[in-house]
């Protein structure tokens, strides 16, 4: 069985441009991610899914200078970008990241995926998302390459081609009796009001100033030593404290409420 990561990363963004490319401390952002996730144990093969769009060219370019392996697919279709990558690489089970979390933790995708070889209901999704306890930044998904597959045959509406987790996950969130079919992992503590995601100005300069702090003294530091240095450091909290969580809780909510009008009498 073959344990594929995929990192989902592109130049283009709104709020902050290029944020892929910024410098956190001598490396690009996606060097980051990189150095940090392939300290997995449970990962066999790991690439990074970016888009055939001439903006992500440097992305590419940068990859190839690192001799990083990389798949360029549909810029607008991001679940065929996904599953092309993950068909390329031959995947049995598929990690799901994004490579704008720097602060990615191999202990925390190994746990999850772990969660998921143990599991004995052979769950089609499995995350650490549904409810978050881990900081913003932290998340892991991972399901079969099967279920991936069904996902790009079956998946029909905008919201889901432009999403891989969606498409996967919300009928098993949705309906009941396909709950026991998804996992998932938490922490005893929730820190989940933490982001620790690159989406803004502010949250660079938060995840630059973890890096500076910690990054000499302990180049392979873990989300809890993190939350270590912002105990000692409180501080820090306050950079981008005003910033929502991702997408994660909202979507969630969403995706149940279209149940809701979807299963109600007309």
């Known amino acids: 069985m073959k344990i594929v990561a995929i990192i989902q990363a592109r130049v283009a963004s709104t709020r902050l441009p290029a944020k892929v490319l910024m410098d956190l401390q001598g490396q690009p952002a996606i060097i980051r991610v990189w150095e940090r996730v392939q300290q997995s144990k449970l990962i066999h093969e790991l690439c990074i899914a970016t888009t055939d769009d001439p903006s992500d060219t440097p992305l590419a370019q940068l990859l190839e200078q690192r001799g990083l392996p990389y798949f360029r697919g549909s810029h607008h279709d991001v679940l065929d970008r996904f599953y092309q990558t993950a068909k390329k690489c031959q995947a049995d089970v598929v990690v799901r990241l994004t490579g704008d979390c720097p602060l990615h933790d191999a202990q925390v995708i190994d746990q999850v995926i772990q969660a998921h070889l143990d599991a004995q209901d052979k769950p089609v999704y499995t995350s650490n998302v549904h409810p978050p306890t881990f900081p913003d930044g932290l998340d ?107 997408f994660t809780v909202a979507q969630l909510k969403q995706d149940r409420q279209m149940a809701l009008e979807k299963d109600r009498p007309q």
């Open 140 to 246: 892991v998904e991972v399901f079969p390459f099967s279920a991936l597959e069904e996902a790009i045959h079956s998946a029909r509406d905008k919201h889901s081609r432009e999403h891989v987790g969606p498409a996967i996950y919300k009928h098993y969130i949705t309906d009941p009796a396909l709950k026991p079919r998804t996992l998932n992992v938490a922490y005893p503590t929730d820190f989940s009001h933490l982001r620790w995601t690159l989406d803004t100005p502010e949250d660079y300069t938060f995840l630059n100033t973890v890096y500076e702090h910690l990054l000499a003294s302990r180049p392979d530091f873990t989300w809890l030593d993190v939350v270590a240095l912002l105990t000692r450091c409180p501080w820090m909290l306050k950079i981008n404290a005003d910033l929502e969580r991702n």
